[in-house]
Nanobody, 124 residues
Framework: QVQLVESGGGLVQAGGSLRLSCAAS????????VGWFRQAPGKEREFVAS????????DYADSVKGRFTISRDNAKNTVYLQMSSLKPEDTAVYYC?????????????????WGQGTHVTVSS
C-alpha cells in the first residue's frame, strides 16, 4: 500500500512557475511508476506527465512539453512536477498517482493509488 499526498498548488499569474510535490509513504516507492493528472472544472481528468520507477524515463502530454518537468527523489519518496510558463488553461486540480505495474503511463486506469489533489489556479 502506498499513500500519496500532493502539495505546492496555489494561485499564480500567467507566465509564472510552481513546483508540485507528491510525497509517498512506503519503503518500496522507488519501484512504482508515478503519473501526474489534472482535472479542470467541467472537464475530464487528463494525463500530464509520468515517470517510471528507478530509471526515471519520462512522458509528457503535448500541451505541457517544454514547460513542465517531472522528476523523482527516491531517497525522499517524493516526485515533483516543476511547472513553468504557466497558462490560464493549466488551471486545474492536479493529482499524482502511482502503481508498481504501469504499461501505458498516459492511462489513469493503470494507477491504483491516488492522492487527494492540489489546486492550481493561473490568472491571466
Amino acid at each position: 500500500q502506498v499513500q500519496l499526498v500532493e502539495s505546492g498548488g496555489g494561485l499564480v499569474q500567467a507566465g509564472g512557475s510552481l513546483r508540485l510535490s507528491c510525497a509517498a509513504s512506503g519503503r518500496t516507492f522507488s519501484t512504482y511508476a508515478v503519473g501526474w493528472f489534472r482535472q479542470a472544472p467541467g472537464k475530464e481528468r487528463e494525463f500530464v506527465a509520468s515517470i517510471k520507477r528507478s530509471a526515471g524515463s519520462t512522458d509528457y502530454a503535448d500541451s505541457v512539453k517544454g514547460r513542465f518537468t517531472i522528476s523523482r527523489d527516491n531517497a525522499k519518496n517524493t516526485v515533483y512536477l516543476q511547472m513553468s510558463s504557466l497558462k490560464p488553461e493549466d488551471t486545474a486540480v492536479y493529482y499524482c498517482a502511482a502503481d508498481p505495474l504501469v504499461l501505458v503511463p498516459t492511462l489513469s486506469s493503470q494507477y491504483a493509488y491516488w492522492g487527494q489533489g492540489t489546486h492550481v489556479t493561473v490568472s491571466s
